[in-house]
């Protein structure tokens, strides 16, 4: 056997192992996703049903934090930050936290609008028919909630953030 | 000819009659498809809890009847370490109201387990089980 054979043996035998590899890798997917539709199918109303509570909870979330947001921009962040510049007391990381509230509560209110669009067109798709395609929304309207999450989040962490800053300020005078 | 004139005229203005409630018609449904646009594309259909299904619960009306003086920090006026108190301390209760809700757009909320279209064999059996 001369060296060209051995090399030319040994890479049919890799290519095979290769693609027995990537079948192995395929299969159990592909299995995997049919199992994933057969059960959507099977509880397509069921999913409806809890999407649709979903809508309904968010609303009140919705509604309730972005109330607070204003209530703490308008009667307490803002009004704060105009006394301090009357009285030439002002402070930068105070305004620095207001402009990036106003920012984020912008943000969080564009994202709902955009989330809420997405979760309302999961809610109108035929899961039943489109199993597949219902899934794959899906998982973009969970990406979108995430965001929603981590606007929350960012919200909460500038408010403290503005309470500390004012801890501070009140102990310096 | 001339008995047939006043005939004419009756037909004439039934038609314009027709015409005008048709393009009444057709200006009340433009106007309206244009405001249910309005209203879907900025947003404000996702806000507006006076939508069936979507109303306020009774904890929700109870609150926003609650005539508890609401608190405005005053622009004017002396800053003092005990306005700053008082400021504190009134933030502190809307934060609390803020974290009444934990997780906010919990991601859980929306996994497969939740829908239990989970393709792990123990969530799939379990969640099964339960329909």
Request: with cysteine; aromatic share 8%.
């Amino acid at each position: 056997m001369t060296r060209r054979n051995i090399f030319f043996y040994y890479s049919i035998f890799l290519s095979i192992c290769l693609v027995l590899a990537g079948l192995t890798m395929v299969f159990p997917v592909e299995a995997a996703n049919k199992k994933r539709e057969d059960l959507i199918k099977e509880r397509c109303e069921t999913i409806k049903d809890d999407l649709k509570n979903v809508q309904r909870e968010d609303a009140k979330v919705r509604v309730h934090l972005g109330s607070k947001y204003e209530i703490i921009l308008n009667r307490f962040i803002m009004p704060l930050n105009v006394k301090l510049v009357e009285k030439n007391m002002s402070n930068a990381d105070l305004v620095e936290n207001q402009n990036n509230f106003v920012e984020a509560k912008t943000t969080f209110s564009n994202d709902y609008i955009v989330y809420q669009q997405q979760l309302e067109e999961l809610v109108a798709m035929d899961c039943k028919a489109e199993p597949g395609q219902f899934y794959e929304k899906l998982i973009k309207v969970r990406q979108k909630r995430k965001t929603m999450e981590q606007d929350t989040m960012l919200l909460r962490n500038l408010i403290s953030k503005h309470i500390r800053l004012v801890t501070r300020l009140k102990e310096k005078i | 000819m001339d008995e047939e004139k006043p005939k004419f005229r009756i037909r004439e203005g039934s038609r314009n009659l027709l015409v005008l409630g048709l393009a009444s018609i057709l200006v009340a449904l433009a106007t309206t498809g244009v405001s249910l646009a309005i209203y879907h594309g900025s947003g404000d259909i996702y806000l507006d809890r006076s939508r069936p299904g979507f109303l306020p619960d009774e904890k929700e009306i109870e609150d926003d009847n609650n005539d508890e003086e609401e608190y405005d920090f005053s622009k004017t006026g002396d800053l003092t370490s005990e306005s700053l108190g008082e400021y504190l301390e009134k933030i502190g209760a809307e934060v609390e109201e803020i974290d009444e809700y934990e997780k906010p757009f919990d991601t859980k909320v929306l996994s497969d387990e939740k829908f239990g279209i989970s393709t792990d064999d123990t969530d799939g059996s379990d969640d099964s089980s339960d329909d």
